[in-house]
C-alpha cells in the first residue's frame, strides 16, 4: 500500500477494515483508495497539505486550516480511519472526541475559554464583533453551569455533546 499505484490487495482491503473497526465495506474501501490515489497527486503514498486543499469544499471550510494540523501527511489508512469518523457506523463518542481534537489546537488535552473564542472567530469572521462573540460564549458557558475560567478535558465535551443529538455523517460513493 506504500505506493499508491499499485492495486489494493484482498489482504489490505481487510486490515484497512480492521483497522477502522469495520466501519467501511469492502466496496467502500475500493472507493476511498481510487479517491486516495487522485488526491495524491505526487503518488508519494500519503496526502499533503496542498493536496487537501486542491479539494474545493475542503478549501473554503473555515476550519481548513485547523484541519489539516490533523490530517497532514495521511496515508491510506490513515485517510481511512480519519473518514471513519464520519460514517454512520462511528460512535457519537469518537465524533466528540474530533471535535475535541479541532478545538485542543496546542494538544495539550485541555480546551479554554481562548481556545473557543479562537473557533468563534474562525467560524464567524467579521459577521460579528468579538464583544458579541465573547457575550454569547460567556452566556452559554454560563448556561451549561461553566465559567470563563473553566478548563475543558475531553470528558466535558462528551457530557456536554453526548445529549445534542449530534450528527456527522458523510456517505462514500460506491461506483
Same mark, same amino acid.
Given at each position: 500500500m506504500g505506493n499508491t499505484l499499485s492495486m489494493l490487495t484482498q489482504y489490505d482491503i481487510e486490515e484497512v477494515q480492521q483497522h477502522c473497526n469495520n466501519t467501511f465495506s469492502q466496496q467502500?474501501?475500493?472507493?476511498?483508495?481510487?479517491?486516495? %490515489?487522485?488526491?495524491?497527486?505526487?503518488?508519494?503514498?500519503?496526502?499533503?497539505?496542498?493536496?487537501? &486543499?486542491?479539494?474545493p469544499e475542503f478549501a473554503v471550510n473555515p476550519l481548513s486550516q485547523r484541519l489539516l494540523k490533523i490530517?497532514?501527511?495521511?496515508?491510506?489508512?490513515e485517510f481511512v480511519s480519519f473518514l471513519s469518523t464520519f460514517s454512520s457506523g462511528s460512535t457519537q463518542e469518537q465524533k466528540i472526541e474530533f471535535?475535541?481534537?479541532?478545538?485542543?489546537?496546542? %494538544?495539550?488535552?485541555? #480546551?479554554t475559554f481562548n481556545d473557543i473564542m479562537n473557533m468563534l472567530r474562525d467560524l464567524t469572521g467579521?459577521?460579528?464583533? $468579538?464583544?458579541?462573540?465573547?457575550? #454569547?460564549?460567556?452566556?452559554? &458557558?454560563?448556561?451549561?453551569?461553566?465559567?470563563?475560567?473553566?478548563?475543558?478535558?475531553? $470528558?466535558?465535551? #462528551?457530557?456536554?455533546?453526548?445529549?445534542?443529538? &449530534?450528527?456527522? $455523517?458523510?456517505e462514500v460513493p460506491v461506483d
Open positions: 467502500e474501501i475500493v472507493s476511498l483508495y481510487q479517491r486516495f %490515489c487522485q488526491l495524491d497527486r505526487s503518488g508519494r503514498g500519503f496526502i499533503s497539505s496542498d493536496e487537501f &486543499l486542491s479539494i490530517i497532514n501527511g495521511l496515508n491510506f489508512k471535535i475535541f481534537k479541532i478545538y485542543d489546537l496546542n %494538544c495539550n488535552g485541555k #480546551v467579521t459577521y460579528i464583533s $468579538e464583544q458579541q462573540r465573547q457575550q #454569547v460564549l460567556t452566556q452559554l &458557558l454560563k448556561e451549561a453551569g461553566y465559567t470563563e475560567d473553566s478548563v475543558f478535558v475531553l $470528558e466535558d465535551f #462528551v457530557k456536554i455533546l453526548s445529549s445534542s443529538g &449530534l450528527k456527522m $455523517e458523510v
